[in-house]
């Protein structure tokens, strides 16, 4: 009787300790986590007050990349190169050296393979937003395709809540810019999902609910159902500055349009120098100005919670050959110092075959020389 207490008795603690260390959550969900939880270090908590960002307690600053390294001769989604360790370690040891705090996922990962990779144990850990993209295809006002839409979010966020490198999740990319319908359809969307992210995250890790929208005409305005009231569930307006314009001087006068958290999602300008008669890598001039823009938003400190370089690296397949790099592919504007935007030369480092193995797609990456301005202003010190 004695044994058969004890052996209750035991049970009972184990069932208690398991109760203080898990959340629970829908059983139907049940089989949709797959995340690699590290419980070496305290669970991360991330909270936001007086529109500052901290994470377990300290001021946290976004000081991060658009990070998408599409090998050469593939595109986007073609192979799973975000899960590929090799690529992986590659790229985020660099980062680490110059104080990369975070990046932005623009695709949809499939595992916790980078999420591992970028928390490194707890040990400089890179912090990552995961993008949940939506298609500005369908029709965003139809209550079916918008039931479709909630019901991958909450696949997506049910699988990677519990993971301590997760900062939160961006719902929409550049979708004010390109739907062809209603707008206050999308901003009626952001609402559901928003607030669909927020009941689904049980984790008790605050992550944060963000967008990322392209410019600022609508943050704050009830014509497009996008008031701080109606977007009672979203934490951060992010905004994607893509073309070269000054990012503070959006980004302050959204702060004054909302009372929600200011992030700058997208901003940078290219690396190659359009002439007439074609043109050069200009590293120069994307090194000097992209300085500019990372320092105006460490001075805006209280103004944003800081900003993504539009890219990690350079991408050759946006046009023509994916296995050749081409000037030809991108838009005019005034908002770049050559008055055009070439796609393929947006990276902060070149990607290169690695002639040591040609078979690998796992590339060489080489730092540009705005790599080392960031450097400078990230660590305080550089090259």
């Known amino acids: 009787m004695l044994r058969i207490t004890l052996i209750v008795f035991f049970i009972a603690i184990i069932v208690s300790g398991c109760a203080d260390n898990f959340h629970t959550y829908d059983?139907?969900?049940?089989?949709?986590?797959?995340?690699?939880?590290?419980?070496?270090?305290?669970?991360?908590?991330?909270?936001?007050?007086?529109?500052?960002?901290?994470i377990d307690s300290q001021r946290y600053i976004i000081r991060g990349f658009i990070y998408n390294p599409v090998p050469i001769g593939y595109a986007p989604g073609?192979?799973?190169?975000?899960e590929d360790k090799s690529i992986l370690d590659r790229d985020f040891e660099s980062m680490r050296s110059i104080k990369t705090t975070s990046i932005r996922v623009p695709l949809k990962v499939s595992s916790s393979n980078l999420l591992d990779a970028a928390y490194n144990y707890h040990s400089l850990p890179i912090y990552v937003i995961l993008d949940f993209p939506v298609d500005p295809r369908t029709n965003l006002g139809n209550p079916s395709v918008q039931e479709n839409i909630r019901a991958e979010l909450i696949e997506y966020v049910v699988r990677y809540k519990?993971?301590?490198?997760?900062?939160?999740?961006?719902?929409g990319n550049n979708i004010n810019r390109d739907?062809?319908?209603?707008?206050?359809d999308w901003y009626k969307l952001l609402a559901l999902l928003t607030k669909t992210a927020k009941e689904v995250d049980d984790s008790g890790k605050g992550h944060i609910i963000m967008t990322a929208n392209y410019g600022i005409e609508e943050i704050g305005k009830k014509e497009f159902s996008a008031s701080d009231e109606e977007l009672a569930?979203?934490?951060?307006?992010?905004?994607?500055?893509?073309?070269?314009?000054?990012?503070?001087?959006?980004?302050s006068n959204a702060f004054g349009r909302s009372g929600k958290v200011?992030?700058?999602?997208?901003?940078?300008?290219?690396?190659?120098?359009?002439t007439e008669t074609g043109g050069e890598t200009d590293e120069e001039t994307q090194s000097r100005w992209i300085g500019q823009y990372a320092n105006s938003?460490?001075?805006?400190?209280?103004?944003?919670?800081?900003?993504?370089?539009?890219?990690?690296?350079?991408?050759?397949?946006?046009?023509?050959?994916?296995?050749?790099q081409d000037y030809r592919f991108?838009?005019?504007?005034?908002?770049q110092p050559d008055n055009f935007a070439n796609y393929e030369f947006f990276g902060i480092c070149y990607i290169e075959k690695n002639n040591q193995n040609e078979d690998s797609y796992v590339d060489k990456v080489r730092p540009k020389k705005a790599w080392y301005a960031l450097e400078a202003i990230w660590t305080g010190h550089g090259h």
């Open 297 to 324: 938003l460490e001075a805006a400190e209280y103004v944003v919670i800081g900003g993504f370089i539009n890219s990690y690296c350079d991408g050759w397949w946006y046009g023509g050959s994916m296995s050749e």
């Open 262 to 274: 200011i992030c700058v999602t997208e901003y940078g300008i290219d690396s190659f120098k359009t």
């Open 233 to 251: 569930y979203l934490d951060c307006w992010g905004i994607n500055i893509s073309d070269g314009r000054w990012p503070i001087g959006q980004a």
């Open 27 to 54: 059983p139907a969900w049940d089989e949709l986590s797959d995340t690699t939880a590290v419980f070496t270090a305290p669970p991360t908590k991330i909270t936001i007050k007086n529109r500052i960002l901290y």
């Open 162 to 171: 519990y993971h301590d490198g997760l900062l939160g999740f961006c719902i």
């Open 78 to 82: 073609d192979m799973p190169y975000l």
């Open 330 to 335: 991108g838009y005019t504007t005034v908002t």
């Open 179 to 184: 739907y062809k319908g209603d707008r206050k």
